[in-house]
């Protein structure tokens, strides 16, 4: 099944599941986070599904709100496909290279993302893994099984920012710049592609600058929220996004930057699109 969060008339959200038909259908959770902490979550599903008393919104007219709104734990891994290790000049890691952001950061997979005081912002097309049962100190096996499903993601960055110390934080945690989206596919029914991995792409104005696939990941998605749980619990509705191909523009030569007005798409097969415009304003001057 295919689960979104939609903005809702009354400045609310709910979750909702994508029919297959062109429409969604309404939910009885404020957004899929809070659908996932049900423990039954699939039966609420199934009996929203088969009942008479449904809410129909035409996908035409469905407002995309970022997946998990509320994510307790937004979880990123760096440097995590060969290929954008090398185009990085760094060697392969022994352990998994982590960071934070927060639930601020996210919108939705159509949303506009303004950014003001960055000169450098860059794009990182990812696969996101959403949590899906709690996991504390979990082997792999047990993570793959919490897996609840996947989305789309982009790990928009402020270069200018992240170079400025030798942490990233700062240049990864702007409020309002992830895309998240449009929709979560259920593990059990995301096909092949968590054996043989995803096709992840990412364009700006239409051009394609990144494509890797997951298969090449060094840190699988399992192997990632095994390693996270050692030192931090698992929670359903937590998020982990799990690094980008190459192709970023500050690998480029010379390196490039999204500019103002510039639309930045993010695609992985079988699962969706995110399509957002960037409304970058000039830098301000920010005291040493």
């Known amino acids: 099944m295919k689960l979104a969060t939609l903005r809702t008339a009354n400045g609310g959200t709910t979750a909702a599941l994508a029919t297959g038909a062109d429409s969604y259908l309404a939910l009885p959770a404020t957004d899929v986070g809070a659908l996932l902490a049900q423990p039954e979550w699939r039966a609420v599903v199934e009996e929203a599904a088969a009942s008479t008393d449904q809410t129909v919104i035409a ?7 970022p997946l998990l709104p509320r994510a307790g734990k937004v979880i990123c891994c760096g440097l995590n496909y060969g290929d954008h290790i090398q185009e990085m000049g760094r060697d392969l890691p022994e352990y998994p290279t982590l960071f934070a952001k927060y639930a601020d950061t996210l919108v939705g997979a159509n949303d506009a993302v303004e950014v003001h005081g960055s000169g450098r912002v860059d794009w990182e097309a990812e696969l996101a893994v959403v949590v899906g049962s709690e996991l504390f100190r979990a082997d792999e096996d047990r993570a793959r099984e919490a897996i609840a499903g996947y989305s789309v993601a982009n790990d928009v960055s402020m270069r200018d920012w992240q170079s400025r110390t030798l942490q990233w934080f700062q240049g990864k945690a ?55 749980s050692q030192f931090t619990i698992l929670r359903p509705g937590d998020l982990v996004l799990t690094g980008t191909p190459g192709g970023v523009g500050m690998g480029m030569t010379p390196p490039r930057f999204l500019m103002d007005g510039d639309v930045l798409a993010t695609e992985i097969d079988g699962i969706g699109r995110l399509e957002n415009t960037f409304r970058i304003h000039a830098p301000v001057a920010v005291p040493a």
């Open 59 to 65: 996908a035409a007219d469905a407002d995309l709100a």
């Open 174 to 228: 702007w409020d309002g710049t992830t895309p998240v989206g449009p929709v979560m596919v259920t593990a059990d029914e995301s096909g092949p592609h968590d054996v043989e991995g995803f096709n992840v792409r990412g364009y700006v104005n239409g051009e394609l600058v990144q494509h890797g696939n997951t298969s090449t990941l060094v840190f699988g998605p399992a192997q990632l929220l095994s390693y996270i």
